[in-house]
């Protein structure tokens, strides 16, 4: 397993331009959805580096189907609330912090609501394989729609 944690807690904070002229930018890492046995779901963003300024976002989906996006950054707007607060129950600002426990282990709280969260990430052979080509793709293959629905239909399968 890759050290995850040297390669992302020193990731700088700062202001990134897009490639694209109309486009918003973002260059970070994240947990992108977590569920639990119990129902609930749990996914952590962290952009150091983007248009608006540093923010992370932790997101939680109850059991009923209830969603929150907490936000540490300075604005709500240009987090993921602007994109995705209207289908949430609750988007608030809170304290996030995160604790590399080990290479690959993650130790995630939160001040309001309370929140201790630990994890350690793993990988599979496929995705070894893949994710060293894909970040060697051009830039520009992610425009033609041919080649995103393709990206779309190889990420159903894994």
Not at 1 to 30: F, Q
Request: charge should be positive; glycine fraction near 6%; hydrophobic fraction near 35%.
């Amino acid at each position: 397993m890759r050290d995850l944690s040297s390669a992302l807690s020193n990731i700088p904070a700062l202001r990134g331009r897009a490639p694209w002229p109309n486009h918003e930018y973002v260059k970070g890492w994240g947990v992108f959805g977590l569920p639990f046995d119990s129902g609930h779901v749990l996914a952590l963003r962290v952009f150091p580096e983007n248009d608006f300024g540093p923010y992370r976002t932790l997101w939680h989906r109850d059991p009923s189907g209830s969603w929150s996006i907490h936000v540490d950054g300075s604005r709500l707007d240009t987090a993921c609330p602007r994109y995705y607060g209207a289908a949430c129950d609750h988007t608030g600002y809170a304290h996030i912090n995160l604790t590399w426990t080990g290479p690959a282990s993650l130790q995630v709280t939160m001040d309001s609501p309370s929140l201790e969260w630990t994890l350690t990430a793993s990988s599979s052979h496929l995705l070894d394989v893949l994710n060293p080509i894909s970040s060697a793709l051009p830039l520009a293959t992610w425009r033609p729609p041919s080649l995103v629905r393709a990206r779309e239909r190889l990420a159903r399968r894994l």
